[in-house]
Nanobody, 113 residues
Framework: QVQLVESGGGLVQPGGSLTLSCAAS??????MAWYRRAPGKQRELVAA???????TYADSVNDRFTISRDNAKNTVYLQMNSLKPQDTAVYYC?????????WGQGTQVTVST
């Protein structure tokens, strides 16, 4: 079975940084992505990277967040810099193989003074 384990969430002050990681049980995914859901809002795509090396970001995080993958470790990362209170949300990793999606358990990121 495919299992995803997320880590790296926590409490950080505005302007701070966090790195999220998501380790999978295999490395054959076509797309690896990060989504987030803030209280009272729908889930939104934060960043995604393809097996071909292309990446995309939401406008709200562009130039602040960086997505990367380590195929040897079956892991995708999200480096988050210059965090803002509006970045507060539960973050979920999403791995896609063809048309099948696999989701992590979610990790809480709170940006507050």
């Amino acid at each position: 079975q495919v299992q995803l384990v997320e880590s790296g969430g926590g409490l950080v002050q505005p302007g701070g940084s966090l790195t999220l990681s998501c380790a999978a049980s295999r490395s054959t995914f076509d797309v690896m992505a990060w989504y987030r859901r803030a209280p009272g809002k729908q889930r939104e795509l934060v960043a995604a990277t393809t097996s071909g090396g292309l990446s995309t970001y939401a406008d709200s995080v562009n130039d602040r967040f960086t997505i990367s993958r380590d195929n040897a470790k079956n892991t995708v990362y999200l480096q988050m810099n210059s965090l803002k209170p509006q970045d507060t949300a539960v973050y979920y990793c999403n791995l896609r193989y063809q048309t099948v999606n696999y989701w992590g358990q979610g990790t809480q990121v709170t940006v507050s003074t």
